[in-house]
Nanobody
Framework: QVQLVESGGDLVQPGGSLRLSCAAS????????MGWYRQAPGKQRELVAT???????DYADSVQGRFTISRDNTKTTVWLQMNSLKPEDTAVYYC????????????WGQGTQVTVSS
């Protein structure tokens, strides 16, 4: 059973913007927090943004002020608006539900590739 489907990744120039989407199963989405992770080549997966059911958000320092996470509880969808993109944002982006320690609670989806390059 597919629980997470990410989309919206693309090749974009530095300074550009992208909006990622994540469609989640109802069961998974009804957990308190949802988040976006990313994994760059040769690096560990890192948590970049989270949002709880009330809409409270938290961001990694590296994306603070550039990325915005949002969710629609009726559509069980989470978005990540990414502005002022930098080459170091290049990674595969994944969404998942997030436990209080920042760990993903479900198996991963296929992710969506974001490449920032001129």
């Amino acid at each position: 059973q597919v629980q997470l489907v990410e989309s919206g990744g693309d090749l974009v120039q530095p300074g550009g913007s992208l909006r990622l989407s994540c469609a989640a199963s109802v069961r998974l989405f009804n957990s308190n927090r949802m988040g976006w992770y990313r994994q760059a080549p040769g690096k560990q997966r890192e948590l970049v943004a989270t949002i709880n059911r009330r809409g409270s958000t938290d961001y990694a320092d590296s994306v603070q002020g550039r990325f915005t996470i949002s969710r629609d509880n009726t559509k069980t969808t989470v978005w990540l608006q990414m502005n002022s993109l930098k080459p170091e944002d290049t990674a595969v982006y994944y969404c998942n539900s997030v436990d209080p320690l920042g760990r993903a609670t479900s198996s991963w989806g296929q992710g969506t590739q974001v490449t920032v390059s001129s």
